[in-house]
């Protein structure tokens, strides 16, 4: 059953609402004998960290990881490892501003999960979003850093390709790039472009979409499972439940439906003793498996729903109403989508590597 | 685990190979109660039947359903119900020709899984495209039917609305003209130029990709369930599991990246005593939870990858080669994708109707 | 979801009931590669198989398996293996007497689940026990004959060592012996004693209980998860899910509670470069995780409830009655479970022998 | 998949080991709109807490419960309600005793996990039995509170039945009882008399084995799920897998292998509107279903393996040795798994009665 959790042999399950106590998630199948500290997972967690540019929510979180079960001492070095058991990693919220909450107690904000958590469970944590919150994708990113120790030499990296209408010129594309500014965008004079349009944004308390492309190198061939286990089934899946997220395709995605059966077809020769593809509009996965390229995912974020202007609502009684939503948001949420991204596409990984080595051995 | 299942508490679990001697699915959780005979599937798997116009495969096959089991008398009228045990649904395979597969025994046909089956098990039924034949989801559409009566007033339709490069007309939608045309295309005029465009891709031994949209009315509120239960990252994966898809999207999808908070979050009013969406750029899903309006998915179909020109490929030896792909195969797959998007659409609607029920009452 | 599925990776999904067309199965999660066909597994059916002496039930059915999917011809030789895909092997049933069931239709007999299927479903297939008919067990058999082809040179053989109050010697255990009496006794003494026994049993329509133990062999240490994946929790699933089976123990079982820690536990010294432990009162299982020793389980089946002697019981319809159950029964279940135990807990060996493999590698 | 967490629509995953900073476990599934607070859960912490009396280990835990998520403020009153996200308990381990492991490290303590571990995983965290250890079974009780919660007017009871080879005499069965001795047993006569003799048993440095009777009533007719998801089976699966079980049976258990047809199955009689069964043998469940009669099940527990006698056994290097295993050890587990299986039986029941709900309404 997954009501909150992900995966099957190595399956995460998270838990907590933006301010309560604590968020996290317990990883559960991961091989023993994996080298694991605190800090290798931080890492990835202050990539997501809020308050780290001014395009991105100003709440102060640390984010510290903490590991509560699942790794022990191992016998031939200093450090610890890894046991096979499951691995609990605690964030405690520490930043939940006391604020008034008046104003969202009783009135649901058009675009948010307010409406519909409430017509299903007849109560809600209204607080920062509750469960609904995007401060749950940090219990993604760290079981993700456990996810990328799993998948060993496989390597999972991601971009933002396109902010509002604003898309990257993909000549320009340098991975490198993805750290030199705030938006993790490949793209050095897009990103320059996208700084001017998003404190534009901003400033006009208003919000705008991404589009997030995630890409993993090194994956093995015959990674997936028919029918209903599909890598990119799978994909679709982890990339469809990040926040906010509306849309997910792989490799020529949506514009291969234009392409003729000629364009489309990934064609195949020999290099050396391997087959190498001539073209990759399948995104390295053919009938649910990996082809060995390169796996490419590519996910629509939509606009924040927290914006300054008035919008028209209801409140719980059925009074219609406006609504301003105040408070710490990001302008552009798909931002920090990114790092959710590759996380949940190493956990994916994670999973089918482990379920294959069972099936196939 | 969900390598030939999908779903929890109404859940399928296909078999079959195209040219084996029989598909088939159990279905498993269907409520006990409800009326369900033969003719009650037939019709959904007729509407799916290959070679029933020029646009489709020409391989004949009855597709005639037998139930298995799971059905008993009603004692209160001469039909008859389930009876809450697992329903099999077996379809035998008739015509599967007799041709010489000596052409893709040892050769992998560019587009096609050949390559990553063979790599992923080191044997492959090669006949028809095995297990990833889209004869599979024959089942899917069998299953369906079930889950229709599953899920009582709710009512699911599919529609072509992009074939190859051609969209339609929006404002000439129109559902009843679905079933006035071999491509379920909701808008006349371009059903009428599909005509002329598919017969030259038909011709030419080519073929095209497609966009499916799939739209469920009725659907109560708080359907689906967080963080890793959520409707649209189940109907992600429902519809990416379909061969041949390579995107999914929820309500204004892709587009919404380019919209403005202010665009995108619809707001609310009250009709009555009901609230009201002034839009639905949510495809009725907020937080992975339905809202009470429409939803709306679409997904894309890549061109057929058995074409008559020749491609180059290289053969399970290594050798680079050259295949064409005869045969009896769909122009546009994305034309017999209709039924089966909205069956799926079914299936997860049923489970989550279920999974509902269970947690909340 | 559990409802009629077993396992995690090597994954049983059974169907049908006792007097609809067919019964059957599908194994999901097999390796590819293993050589498998009909002659394969009815052996097992036939050891199962109903008619075999006049200590079981005088239904005649072949038992006809036949493999629907999952196998294609293997290109080395001229056998066929499996591929990876799902395998549904189907049963027809033949031998459903067309017989007057209104004595049965509106009454529940004692010690049946006629009762609670009317209570869970408000309908039930009341022809020869429908799903809750011990003729579901021959997909167990079914699906254990591939099981035992999976786990490769661990063997599983089962014996009765109970019938009614009558014990077996553990002095005079033969395992060659089972083959050579119609209960699977391994105490020739005893099975000469219990014929005249059950003789007297049969002749009173009256039936009688029984213990099964099953015992596998060659199990490589280490199998097994902790804490809700546990082997010995496997197996008391696994048996307590057969038909009438009323308790199951591993090793010392319930004798355990009355020794010292001192007998107890097993000690351990090496023989050669092993481990050997000096005693068995583990079964093989420490913490849930298989030691390498011989794996014991035992299982108590209670007598059938289909008597010849009237019994006090009620009609749906509320009204006192009495009941006698004819028809063709077996006076002595537990001897046709014996073949059942052994395919049940070759299917958890398999399922921990992948999952083993998925997570430790 | 099951390593770590049971039960499906009420399912828990638990973490943590016996010395490291924390145990605990996510409840998921739980339905919104229940009361909930951290008193509610601490009253049956407290009862399986050690330390209690001179018969279990000496390890002082507060077993101090906190509530990380899942809960929010009632609208309606000043308590706190369940809001159908995640609930994550944690209980921190505080008196770790910071002794010196080197006799365990290295060395298999016969009976113990330690062997299987290590085979298994090739590392462990052998403080305290690690993972192994019974303090895993304080989180099935946190999460047994909120089962019983779920399961409203259904009430689990249960009693210790025999210690070592001392049974109880029912004739004087007293629930109230069971609050009155250090040993939850219901004859108050039996209660007297082990306390002698598990005085003796603690003295000497040795141990003994109990046998455990859980009864849950007022469980209505028609739980459970055919064929792999029978009540019965959960129950076995669930006691099973609580430390040192070694046997569960349910209602005449074992012993009815011994009875006729005739004296097992129970009769039925109207009383009133009701069905009343005249006996209950099948311990209130028939066909995997319950029957609404009290549902009895019993497992063994085997004596501790932690004894001062001195045993053989071998180094991680296979080096033959002797071991005494000192330390604070309960001289006979069972007691305390008096309200472990109670929570066990909670935990199978809240999950069928929204397994039941789902599929049936």
Request: charged share 25%.
């Amino acid at each position: 059953m997954s009501h909150n959790s992900f995966g099957h042999l190595f399956r995460i399950t998270t838990f907590g609402e933006s301010h309560g106590p604590a968020i996290g998630c317990v990883v559960d199948g991961c091989p023993p004998g994996i080298a694991l500290k605190e800090t290798d997972i931080q890492g990835f967690l202050d990539k997501r960290r809020p308050g780290q540019s001014r395009f991105t929510t100003q709440r102060r979180e640390p984010d510290t990881v903490r590991i509560l079960s699942g790794v022990f001492e191992d016998g031939d070095t200093d450090g610890q490892i890894t046991t096979g058991t499951p691995i609990c990693l605690m964030i405690e919220n520490i930043d939940q501003r006391s604020k008034d909450y008046s104003d969202i107690k009783n009135t649901f904000r058009p675009g948010h999960a307010d409406f519909t958590y409430m017509e299903k469970y007849g109560v809600r944590d209204y607080r920062g979003g509750g469960r609904s919150s995007a401060r749950e994708t940090a219990s993604r990113v760290a079981a993700g850093a456990i996810a990328r120790k799993v998948i060993g030499d496989m390597t999972v990296r991601g971009a933002l390709v396109q902010v509002g209408p604003h898309g990257i010129d993909r000549e320009n594309w340098d991975w490198d790039e993805t750290d030199r500014n705030p938006f993790f965008c490949p793209d050095a004079k897009a990103a320059a472009e996208w700084e001017g349009y998003l404190d534009g944004v901003r400033k006009e308390g208003s919000s705008c979409g991404a589009v997030i492309e995630v890409v993993a190198s090194g994956v093995p061939a015959g990674l997936g499972a028919p029918i209903y286990g599909k890598l990119d089934q799978d994909f679709a899946s982890a990339m469809m439940s990040i926040n906010a997220v509306k849309g997910v395709e792989v490799g020529a995605g949506f514009a291969s439906a234009a392409l003729s059966g000629e364009e489309n077809a990934d064609e195949i020769r020999m290099e050396g003793d391997s087959p190498k593809f001539l073209s990759n509009n399948a995104g390295g996965v053919l009938g649910g498996l990996s082809t060995g390229q390169d796996v490419v995912v590519r996910f629509a974020v939509k606009p924040t729903s927290s914006i300054l202007t008035p919008r028209r609502t209801i409140t719980g009684d059925g009074e219609e109403t406006d609504i301003i939503t105040k408070g710490r948001h990001d302008p552009c949420v798909g931002i920090r989508a990114v790092p959710v991204g590759e996380a949940m596409m190493a956990i994916v990984l994670a999973d089918h590597l482990l379920r294959h080595r069972g099936q196939v051995g």
